[in-house]
């Protein structure tokens, strides 16, 4: 499926001019396929920043809730020791 969605595209940018023997010149000299390649190259880029955004993101909620956690051991630590006075 994905070797014809490429061919596809390959013969599509090709441009209407043909080397001899009928083959697609951008298909002959591998310009189309690098086009592709470079096409391919920028989505895996922009889906990778998204996915790293995400992961940071992830890290800060991580780490809030660290501190959350730490602060609530000490007031505990605090209460073992010095207990309210009722």
Do not use: C, N
């Amino acid at each position: 499926m994905i070797d014809r969605q490429v061919g596809d595209k390959l013969r599509a940018r090709g441009g209407g001019r043909y080397v001899k023997g009928g083959i697609p010149l951008g298909e002959w000299s591998g310009s189309a396929a690098t086009e592709a390649l470079h096409a391919t190259i920028d989505q895996y880029q922009k889906e990778s920043s998204r996915q790293t955004a995400k992961m940071i993101r992830l890290t800060w909620v991580i780490t809030g809730l660290t501190v959350v956690l730490t602060i609530g051991l000490f007031v505990q630590i605090w209460l073992a020791f010095y207990p309210p006075h009722h």
